[in-house]
Nanobody, 115 residues
Framework: QVQFVESGGGLVQPGGSLRLSCAFS????????MGWYRQAPGKQRELVSS???????NYADSVKGRFTISRDNAKKALYLQMNSLKPEDTAVYYC?????????WGQGTQVTVSS
């Protein structure tokens, strides 16, 4: 069955960096578009970035120039490099993909940006 595990969250000071990872199994990873979402307390879940099977990328305006999404098809892994972090980036981050009519979500990893 499909399984994926997120890692890399934590507490970081403003201006710092984190790298989130999502490791997949049980899925033909290379053919699917993948995404990172986040949800802050009291707010709706929002798309942060996505990467297609051809490695074309898309970013929310709020993270452009600071975050970089990437994928390693051989390792079946999805990454989100986050630089110049701001307090407003604080949220639970989720990796995501859609297969047919089913949307898959990771368990989430907490990112807290605070001094």
């Amino acid at each position: 069955q499909v399984q994926f595990v997120e890692s890399g969250g934590g507490l970081v000071q403003p201006g710092g960096s984190l790298r989130l990872s999502c490791a997949f199994s049980g899925v033909l990873f290379r053919i699917y578009d993948m995404g990172w979402y986040r949800q802050a307390p009291g707010k709706q879940r929002e798309l942060v970035s996505s990467i297609n099977s051809d490695s074309s990328t898309n970013y929310a305006d709020s993270v452009k120039g600071r975050f970089t999404i990437s994928r390693d098809n051989a390792k079946k892994a999805l990454y989100l490099q986050m630089n110049s972090l701001k307090p407003e980036d604080t949220a639970v981050y989720y990796c995501n993909f859609v297969r047919g009519t089913v949307t898959y979500w990771g368990q989430g990893t907490q990112v807290t940006v605070s001094s």
